[in-house]
């Protein structure tokens, strides 16, 4: 049994609460991730706008939508998708804390979409990729500083007739 000096004792307690403290962060982050996804499909744009910093960077798909921020992408998101029905997933995070509010990762994705059907439509996919992101402690609440995703493979899906409803399809 190992004996500590109070010294010691006081260097592994810091030592354990900086791990608990890392722990509890990274998991934040994984249910700030849950929220990004759970928004879009849910279509809560308000909410999916305000996960973000005021100075995200966003790319997708090698374009950028930071113009506006967070609020302004997930505008032009509602706008382009509209009621039709998403699945969003995330898995396996490479989370790695770079300092005590500054993080990074990079997720694999999937996406399936199918955009209001009509002349010059996006068509519909179900698409396989990552994210690379950053994220920052903004009083107190992590959110996105920066979000980059890329598509490895996108399967073509028709698109949803918007006369119909988006689950049932009748």
């Known amino acids: 049994m190992s004996v500590y000096t109070d010294q010691q004792l006081t260097a592994k307690i810091a030592e354990l609460e900086e791990k608990l403290q890392r722990f509890e962060d990274i998991e934040q982050i994984k249910q700030l991730k849950a929220r990004y996804f759970r928004f879009v499909d849910e279509k809560k744009w308000t909410e999916f706008g305000e996960l973000f910093t005021e100075d995200v960077k966003i790319f997708a798909q090698g374009q950028d939508f930071s113009a506006g921020g967070g609020k302004a992408y997930g505008k032009m998101i509602g706008d382009l998708v509209g009621k039709a029905p998403t699945v969003h997933h995330g898995h396996m995070p ?77």
Do not use: C
């Open 94 to 170: 490479e989370i790695e804390m770079i300092d005590k509010d500054n993080a990074k990762a990079i997720w694999s994705m999937e996406d399936l979409l199918t955009f209001p059907d009509g002349k010059d439509a996006y068509p519909g996919h179900n698409g396989y990729g990552q994210y690379r992101e950053t994220y920052r402690r903004v009083d107190g609440v992590w959110k996105i500083s920066s979000t980059e995703l890329t598509r490895f493979r996108m399967d073509p899906l028709k698109n949803w007739d918007p006369s119909t409803d988006p689950v049932t399809g009748k």
